[in-house]
């Protein structure tokens, strides 16, 4: 019974396999991403193949690998619990354990080193498109590989296997921290590169030029060197940083889900229940100040037929693609929410009835002139052409709540969709008996 009950484990395990392949939809990614996203991993291949021809085998070396491995799994397992954020590039501090590799061992171990942690991410993660993942450690191997041979490179007077004491132990840690930025760059440049074909739109500083992502960088740099300098003195030290990698790994995860959950998941612009609670504190800061305020409600027209005719996934790419041109054209003047299915709404601070109306004509004009690409799925190269509806309210005496104001621009946008669509409508300001 308890091979028979193995058996079928397996049996289940090879099917959840098979099935993850195919889900991986690698082949449905357009030119040139797909080639870029295949030639990755294959020179990774070949390059793991030179530096294992060239490597001289010690016990030692292998021993001290597998335990740095075994250190990268472990702090994994660790935060295992803690859910990854999707969307955002990955912190998972792996380069602390490939920074350690690259420096106290030969390139070869470099390169090998995502392996056993990609597949150990495959056997514990759960729906997760395969070909991301292999491209993504292809990525990571070729990055520290390169630093790990730049390391050795370095003549011994100024680095070499052991930091020595006195100016030779701080050029020897400059030497470390130069070959980290190298690794960094590439995995970075690797990755964006990626982006760029599969969204040209996107820009650069948003993914990684940011406050919080330098910051987290120089953090796991930091700890990357840390623990090199541990591990080049007594590997047997490196069980140590575990715990430090580990908490920190915990921290950044958890920062990433808080700050999340502002957003919503399809469009990433500010979520129903952020928005509202953010649009509450403006309007009744506009209120105590007499300041001018306009609420905009924009609600994409036959916006249903989409998703109808061309499923989900690529309605969802089409709302992506609105919240896109929405943003972009308001050039961060106004506080952007989803606010329905297929509905935004913008606060627009400062702002009175006339140039809420030129900033929604503004953008009117800009998704009616912008067509939106498929780039991924079935309906890849696909191209639509939508149009969106209106509706303005501005703050005065009779609105003095929040609720009020979104009432009055949601009746604008009724009027707007009742008349036409694809129009700006103004609902007008209440008028003050006496």
């Known amino acids: 019974m308890a091979d028979i009950r193995m058996l079928g484990r397996a049996t289940r395990s090879a099917s959840s396999l098979v099935r993850g392949l195919r889900a991986s939809q690698v082949w449905d990614l357009h030119e040139p991403l797909r080639s870029y996203v295949v030639a990755v991993p294959v020179a990774y291949v070949a390059a793991l ?61 470099a390169l090998a080193a995502p392996i056993p942690l990609a597949v150990h991410k495959l056997w514990r993660t759960r729906r997760m498109l ?10 990571l191997g070729l990055a520290y590989g390169l630093a790990s041979f730049a390391f050795h490179s370095i003549p011994a007077t100024v680095a070499g296997p052991e930091p020595g004491s006195g100016l030779h132990a701080l050029s020897w840690v400059a030497a470390v921290v130069a070959c980290g930025v190298i690794g960094l760059i590439i995995n970075y440049g690797a990755v964006m590169v990626a982006i760029r074909l599969s969204d040209p739109d996107v820009r650069i500083r948003d993914v990684i030029g940011t406050r919080d992502s330098l910051t987290t960088d120089l953090l796991e740099l930091s700890l990357a060197v840390s623990l090199t300098l541990v591990v080049a003195l007594n590997p047997v030290l490196m069980a140590l940083a575990l715990p430090t990698v580990v908490l920190c790994r915990r921290y950044l995860m958890q920062s990433q889900l808080v700050a999340q959950a502002r957003f919503d998941a399809k469009t990433g612009v500010l979520n129903a229940g952020t928005w509202q609670r953010e649009a509450t504190a403006e309007f009744y800061r506009a209120l105590r100040s007499d300041a001018p305020l306009a609420l905009v409600m924009v609600d994409i027209d036959h916006f249903s037929s989409v998703n109808e005719t061309a499923g989900l996934d690529t309605g969802d790419q089409v709302l992506r693609g609105i919240a896109r041109t929405l943003t972009e054209n308001l050039q961060e ?28 004509e503004r953008l009117r004009d800009h998704v009616a002139g912008e067509p939106i690409a498929i780039e991924d799925g079935s309906h890849a190269g696909f191209v639509f052409r939508l149009t969106v509806s209106i509706g303005i309210a501005v703050l005065d005496r009779s609105r003095r709540a929040l609720a009020e104001l979104i009432g009055a621009a949601d009746g604008a946008l009724s009027e707007a969709k009742a008349t036409g669509r694809n129009k700006v409508c103004v609902m007008p300001r209440t008028v003050e008996p006496g």
Do not use: K, M, N
């Open 49 to 109: 193949t030179f530096a294992g021809v060239s490597t001289t085998w010690r016990i030692r070396s292998v021993l001290v690998f597998l335990a740095l491995v075994a250190c990268g799994v472990a702090a994994t397992e660790a935060t295992r619990g803690v859910r990854e954020p999707q969307g955002t590039l990955a912190r998972d501090l792996q380069s602390v354990w490939y920074l350690a590799i690259a420096i106290t061992l030969p390139p070869f171990y």
């Open 333 to 360: 003047s106004g506080l952007v929410g989803r606010f329905g299915g297929e509905q935004f709404a913008i606060l627009l601070p400062q702002t009175g009835e006339t140039q809420a109306r030129r900033i929604a």
């Open 130 to 139: 395969i070909y991301r993942r292999v491209f993504s450690h292809a990525v």
